[in-house]
Nanobody, 111 residues
Framework: QVQLVESGGGLVQAGGSLRLSCAAS????????VAWFRQAPGKERESVAR???????YYADSVEGRFTISRDNAKNMVYLQMNSLQFDDTAVYYC?????WGQGTQVTVFS
């Protein structure tokens, strides 16, 4: 089982930026696709961004052009750079690797 620990969430004004990090325990991290999901209060968890083992990228329409996912296989890390944050980006953000979830990190955007 892969242990995941997210960090970097916080309170930010609309238009601001945050960088989320996810540390993975898996030695074979580089072979996995990794993804960021988010869940807002009262809503289902949704996919935000994904980066494959071959570095193919996917973004949800709602974050395209504002969020950037990246990975550092040498450090077993996944990042989500979030720019131009909007109120609707408020959610708990989760990292996912090999069907494993972290505990999540809260992102709250205020206007």
């Amino acid at each position: 089982q892969v242990q995941l620990v997210e960090s970097g969430g916080g309170l930010v004004q609309a238009g601001g930026s945050l960088r989320l990090s996810c540390a993975a325990s898996e030695r074979s991290f580089s072979v996995y696709n990794v993804a960021w999901f988010r869940q807002a209060p009262g809503k289902e968890r949704e996919s935000v961004a994904r980066i494959s083992s071959a570095y193919r990228l996917y973004y949800a329409d709602s974050v395209e052009g504002r969020f950037t996912i990246s990975r550092d296989n040498a450090k077993n890390m996944v990042y989500l750079q979030m720019n131009s944050l909007q109120f609707d980006d408020t959610a708990v953000y989760y990292c996912n690797v090999a069907q494993n979830w972290g505990q999540g990190t809260q992102v709250t955007v205020f206007s």
